[in-house]
């Protein structure tokens, strides 16, 4: 039998790879592969609790998630077009050269 | 299902997953990286399916599986020369050492905690029905707020792709 720990664990993984995926990647469009994977880390969760945790409405966590994933397609569709505008601007997408805030 | 199919079928899933998401890490050309997030993304469908999330399931295939990964290979053909080259990641080993220091604390957290949990087998009879429900009743206003944060993401993404000549 599946338990919640174990949901857990593997959610716990799924987040750090994708911290990690986050931060390594010098990419923009790297960096939002390592944020879609924490977040799916946070779905596998939700769910995770939404099948076992003693609670008077379970489905909750189903519906929690249906609402990550929606911000998280709205957050993807901006983010993707921030990179394509950014590349117009500067022939590269590179997050460690994108200093133009800077002065 | 009966339970040992389950339990191997999760395992397996979250192999799968963990796996693919690894080589997201490791593989340096981009394109290869989004084939194997979608590898991920299918797995971590497969564990929602595990845990009686079915309907969770078929948005996650089609949303992260279907929509997402075709925009990130969009943005990675959209943008050439930058899109391919990962070049010499920077800063591996102390970021290695904070994803693992996160992983560990979230780990430990999970399995200290007395958790209330219940098993029931036969949970969610039908979670298609009662997500609509819930969304129709408790959560209404999170709906309808995310109807709007759509409707301004497309608005805002049109608008940021938009060639900088047709400005009025």
Redesign the interface.
């Known amino acids: 039998?599946?338990?919640?720990?174990?949901?857990?664990?593997?959610?716990?993984?799924?987040?750090?790879?994708?911290?990690?995926?986050a931060?390594?990647?010098?990419?923009a469009?790297?960096v939002?592969?390592?944020i879609?994977?924490m977040l799916?880390a946070v779905?596998?969760n939700l769910?995770?609790f939404?099948?076992?945790?003693?609670s008077p409405?379970?489905?909750?966590g189903?519906?929690f998630?249906?609402?990550v994933?929606?911000?998280?397609?709205?957050?993807?569709?901006?983010a993707?077009?921030?990179?394509?505008?950014v590349?117009?601007l500067r022939?590269?997408?590179?997050v460690?050269r994108l200093n133009i805030l800077k002065w | 299902m009966d339970d040992a199919a389950v339990v191997v079928a999760f395992w397996l899933l979250a192999l799968l997953t963990l796996g693919s998401a690894l080589m997201v890490a490791m593989v340096r050309d981009l394109v290869h990286a989004v084939l194997f997030l979608i590898l991920s993304f299918v797995g971590v469908a497969g564990l929602y399916i595990t845990l009686s999330a079915d309907f969770v399931a078929v948005v996650q295939v089609l949303i992260y599986a279907g929509a997402i990964s075709v925009l990130m290979i969009f943005a990675i053909l959209l943008t050439p020369r930058s899109g391919r080259d990962n070049a010499a990641v920077s800063y591996k080993a102390p970021i290695s050492v904070v994803a693992g220091l996160v992983g560990a604390v979230i780990v430990f957290v999970a399995l200290k905690t007395d958790w209330a949990t219940v098993q029931e087998d036969d949970r969610f009879p039908s979670t298609a029905a009662a997500i609509g429900d819930a969304l129709l009743d408790p959560f209404v206003l999170p709906f309808e707020v995310a109807s709007v944060l759509l409707v301004v993401a497309m608005v805002g993404a049109i608008i940021l792709v938009r060639p900088p000549e047709e400005e009025a």
């Open positions: 039998m599946i338990d919640l720990e174990q949901v857990l664990v593997v959610g716990a993984l799924l987040f750090s790879i994708g911290l990690y995926v931060l390594s990647r010098r990419n469009v790297g939002l592969m390592g879609e994977l799916n779905n596998l769910v995770g939404a099948r076992f945790v003693d409405r379970p489905i909750d189903q519906v998630s249906v609402f994933i929606t911000v998280a397609a709205a957050e993807a569709a901006v993707l077009a921030l990179a394509v505008a590349y117009r022939q590269s997408i590179d460690d």
